[in-house]
Every structure is written in structure tokens, then in C-alpha cells.
């Protein structure tokens, strides 16, 4: 297996965002990351700069819908239309371009201070066909944290970080109960504008690209190194993204380049979205041999409930229950490692 990573839904100057797509790939190729996904709001104007700047892999996709059901829509060629009001049918025509989609920060709260406290939420959960959910929205969680002025302009100017607590828990509660059904997939997404927080006359940015892509990124299972061949690596990073090999990662917490977590049995060893098949001898291992174990605490949950949680940096369980296995890291009690789940039938 081979692991990248990048940073997903970033809007560039194409729409509200305030940098070019080659500087916003140098400001990630600066952090080190493989890949980065630019969704700007209705447009894929950035599709012909698609492609290695800096080493970075940049993909264009879009995020569709203005008042709410934002979606990003990835891996298509054509503009699609909005539709607010049924984003079902947004859903269905980014699968009939052969492209994935998945919904944007679903249960915003929102803050008076910020945007006249306006949210960009998803109500229709009838909606089926999209290939996963951003559990974890960086500046929308950053913005429902901001619910007093003077707390607001102490994180502002402190502690940029402080309303962050790791992946929205009513997204991951949908999450956990689509997946006992069907295979979707959870990502992070920075949602990165180089946004401007004003009051008076106070104003800062809070968020520049770089500081983002140290934040919450996913990295990629890969069944091959990432392809130096543009179209190629396109492939391998939108089939890691739609079969569900993929982990979030928050690099404030640590890079965890050696985290692991897989099931086993006789007939072999099961990865980040794949599917085992339960037998005597089914085990769950997780791994983070380079993490101290003090402060390391991994939580294990079945179909969306606890199961098992220990302090420590690796633990090995084994499994008599059908069911869908994901894993939560927390250092510190910071939120660092999110995985997608794997699947015991
Ligand atoms: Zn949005
Ligand atoms: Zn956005």
C-alpha cells in the first residue's frame, strides 16, 4: 500500500477564494502534501490548470448549490446546475458524468458574528447515489465556535485552533448509520477561502491556504505509487476516495505516517473500506508504533456505538460480530486520526 496525502475543498480565485490555483498548490507543496481538490463554487474554470504544479497533484471538481445542499462534485467535465431545492438531481447528474460527490458541511450552526450567522445546511436525507459525507468541515466548525465576539477575536488573534474538537458528531452519527447499509465514504474537507474575519476594525486572516493544509487532510490508500502521469493519478486518487481506503488526518496533532489499521483472517488481510468475511479466527489490529502511548487514545466503535477504546499505541481484538469497524485517535484529547470503516459481513 502506498499512502498520500492532500487537503479537499478549496476554493481558489475562480470563485471566492483569494489565490490562484499554481499558488495555492506551492502553498501546498510547502506542507508536503501528494494531492490537492479545488472545488470552487458553480464553475470549473480551474479544470485546465488540472494537473502537477509544484509536485502537487491539483484536482478541479465543484461545489454545487448556493442556499444550501452544498455538494462537492468530483471527477466531472461539465457544469452541472444548481438546484437547491432537490439536490437529488444534482446527485444524479454528477454520477451520469461518471464523477463522485459528496456532501458539504451537512449540520452547520452557524455564528452571529460571522456571515450574519447564515448556514449552508443538507435537510434531504432521502437523497441517495452520493459517495460520502464531509464529516469534518474545518472553517464551518471554526465558525460555530464563535458564539461570543471576545472569544471570537481571542481565537482570531491567539488560538486560531481553539473551536476545533474533531469531525461534527451529528455528521458522523449519519455516517455511522448509512454504513451499516451501504459503503460510503467520510473525508475533511479545510473549505478554504484565505477568508478574512472582520469586526470593526478589527480584521485578520485567520485561515491562509498554508495554514489549512496542515490541518485536516485525508490520506490515501494506494494500490500503486501515485501516477507522475496527471490522468493516471486523477484515477487513483478518485477510486481511494470512492472505495473508502482513506483516513482523515489532523497534521496539528501529528503527520502519523505509520498509523495503521486492518482486519485478518485465513483468507487474508482487509484494509480501509473492504469487506471480510467473518470466521473463527477474524482479528482487528491498530497501530501508531511512533506515537507515545501516554497520551494516545484509540477508540474503536462497531455500527456507530463504542466497542473498545484503550490508551495506548497499537491494540489487536479479536472480532465475533458482524458489523461495521471504524477507528478514532485522539492525542492529548486533540482529534487526530478519523478512518473510514471496514466492513464484517
Ligand atoms: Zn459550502
Ligand atoms: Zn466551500
Known amino acids: 500500500m502506498h499512502l498520500v496525502t492532500g487537503n479537499i475543498h478549496i476554493h481558489s480565485s475562480y ?56 455538494y462537492l462534485a468530483l471527477g466531472i467535465s461539465r457544469e452541472i446546475a444548481d438546484n437547491d431545492q432537490k439536490p437529488q438531481t444534482i446527485i444524479d447528474a454528477v454520477n451520469q458524468q461518471g464523477g463522485l ?14 456571515l450574519d450567522g447564515i448556514t449552508y445546511p443538507w435537510h434531504d436525507w432521502n437523497a441517495q447515489g452520493f459517495a460520502g459525507i464531509e464529516v469534518w468541515n474545518w472553517c464551518s466548525q471554526w465558525r460555530d465556535g464563535i458564539q461570543k465576539m471576545l472569544k471570537g477575536l481571542f481565537y482570531a488573534y491567539f488560538k486560531p485552533e481553539g473551536p476545533i474538537s474533531g469531525p461534527c458528531p451529528q455528521a458522523l452519527e449519519r455516517f455511522d448509520q448509512i454504513t451499516q447499509k451501504q459503503k460510503i465514504t467520510a473525508i475533511a474537507g479545510s473549505d478554504a477561502h484565505n477568508w478574512r474575519f472582520r469586526y470593526g476594525p478589527f480584521q485578520r486572516c485567520i485561515f491562509p491556504y498554508e495554514y489549512l493544509f496542515r490541518t485536516a487532510n485525508n490520506s490515501l490508500l494506494l494500490e500503486e505509487p501515485l501516477s507522475q502521469d496527471a490522468q493516471a493519478a486523477k484515477k487513483q486518487i478518485l477510486t481511494a476516495l470512492r472505495t473508502g481506503r482513506a483516513y482523515i488526518i489532523n497534521h496539528l496533532v501529528g503527520k502519523g505516517e505509520s498509523f495503521s489499521f486492518f482486519i485478518a483472517n485465513e483468507s487474508g488481510v482487509f484494509n480501509l473500506g473492504d469487506t471480510a468475511t467473518l470466521t473463527a479466527n477474524t482479528t482487528l489490529s491498530v497501530r501508531c508504533p511512533f506515537a507515545s502511548p501516554r497520551h494516545l487514545s484509540i477508540t474503536i466503535l462497531r455500527n456507530g456505538t463504542l466497542w473498545r477504546q484503550e490508551q495506548s499505541n497499537r491494540c489487536a481484538y479479536q472480532i465475533k460480530e458482524k458489523g461495521t469497524y471504524r477507528v478514532e485517535i485522539r492525542q492529548k484529547k486533540k482529534p487526530w486520526i478519523f478512518t473510514n470503516p471496514i466492513y464484517v459481513v
Open 101 to 114: 460527490g459528496f456532501i458539504a458541511h451537512p449540520f452547520e450552526k452557524g455564528s452571529p458574528f460571522v
Open 15 to 70: 470563485s471566492d477564494g483569494a489565490a490562484t490555483i499554481p499558488d495555492i498548490a506551492a502553498a501546498a507543496a510547502k506542507v508536503g502534501l501528494d494531492y490537492i481538490i479545488v472545488t470552487d463554487h458553480q464553475t470549473l474554470a480551474g479544470l485546465p490548470e488540472e494537473g502537477y504544479h509544484h509536485g502537487v497533484l491539483v484536482l478541479v471538481g465543484t461545489e454545487i448549490n448556493r442556499t444550501k445542499h452544498h
